[in-house]
């Protein structure tokens, strides 16, 4: 597949330079039809059924194929989920913290991380978005560390694979600016989230969550698809592997979009973002302060001169679409494999005409 063939999937690009993949991809033509096919077949033909439920099955076996594959990692050991603070929270219910126990996380965190870290009643410390401070900041009360590979901020990449490894303790990753945006290798992760409505431009709500060993995570929030069988009184035989993480249902239209996502992406997406971003920041340190570490991630976060608010208006008015980073006196552009030059000379036209 072509550069050119695979950009067509997505019609938006036809119009907008379209650089928020760090809230929402772009949708392409297929993932759209696959949703609206499996609306039409469930309103004429229901949904209910031995059949339509083995087609929900379907699904969501498939789906789990392909999250799987993105992160490098067995299917079994995949949850379906609804975002990565889902996969946050059943992660953090299940290791039962609580007072007198610490979790070490940084100042650059999404509050769909901190949320669910405060509502634990551990000590949280908070420190900076680095590999040092974090191990810094370790205790003998620690008993995790959660933090983003890829910050949502800075777009920082943190190294956590030496960080579990230097305080041989279990890390939570927010993999939300991470997961179907850069190649993630074999780091020993324990417990990874994915938004899959982002960099894999899935629909709303999807995601996923990959716990490295299941039988050491209790589960503490039980669905309806996360048991094999249960008794009159409540007791349940839990799934095999990490689905019995499963978060709860997902709508078979949104499932269809899903799998057809996970199936847009080519297989050269990974060096072609990578290549993109440093191209993004090689036309804006000219125009501004650019705060993104090269070669980190496909984010690319930025100081502007004057009031980000007005100028993420400006640039929306010009047909480029960005993201003002509230409270951060930041702009953030994220590159997809399929940005192209001229979507971010017009980025660069725009910060030149606002200036």
Not at 34 to 43: G, K, P, W
Request: charged share 25%.
């Amino acid at each position: 597949m072509t550069f050119e063939e695979a950009r067509a999937q997505f019609p938006v690009l036809d119009r907008l330079a379209y650089l928020n993949a760090g809230t929402n991809g772009p949708l392409a033509g297929a993932t759209v039809a696959a949703v609206e096919d499996r609306i039409e077949r469930d309103l004429r033909e229901g949904r209910s059924g031995a059949g339509w439920l083995d087609e929900v099955l379907a699904l969501r076996t498939e789906a789990r194929r392909g999250l799987a594959a993105v992160l490098g990692v067995d299917p079994g050991l995949v949850a379906l989920t609804d975002s990565t603070t889902r996969g946050c929270q059943l992660v953090l219910a299940g290791l039962g913290l609580g007072r007198g126990d610490e979790v070490v996380t940084t100042d650059q965190e999404h509050f769909g991380l901190l949320g669910p870290l405060h509502a634990t009643g551990a000590r949280v410390v908070v420190t900076t978005g680095d590999e040092d401070a974090i191990l810094a900041a370790v205790t003998p009360r620690t008993r995790l560390i959660a933090t983003s590979h890829v910050l949502w901020t800075t777009g920082r990449r943190l190294e956590l694979g030496r960080v579990r490894e230097d305080s041989g303790l279990p890390v939570l990753v927010d993999g939300a600016q991470s997961a179907g945006a850069i190649a993630l290798g074999a780091e020993p992760f324990d417990f990874y989230t994915v938004s899959a409505q982002k960099w894999l431009c899935a629909p709303e709500p999807t995601g996923a969550l990959y716990v490295r060993d299941p039988e050491r995570l209790r589960i503490a929030v039980p669905s309806s698809l996360s048991h094999e069988g249960y008794e009159l009184d409540g007791s349940f035989t839990p799934k095999e592997g990490s689905a019995r993480f499963d978060s709860g249902w997902i709508g078979t239209p949104t499932l269809a979009g899903l799998v057809a996502a996970l199936g847009t992406h080519p297989e050269w997406r990974y060096e072609r973002a990578a290549d993109t971003a440093a191209a993004c920041r090689e036309l804006l340190e000219p125009l501004v302060e650019v705060v993104t570490p090269a070669r980190h991630s496909t984010l690319v976060s930025f100081r502007p001169p004057g009031d980000p608010t007005a100028l993420v208006a400006s640039l929306h008015e010009r047909g480029v679409v960005v993201r003002e980073l509230q409270g951060r006196d930041l702009v953030r552009a994220s590159c997809g494999w399929w940005t192209s030059e001229g979507d971010l000379e017009r980025l660069a036209a725009g910060l030149a005409g606002a200036s």
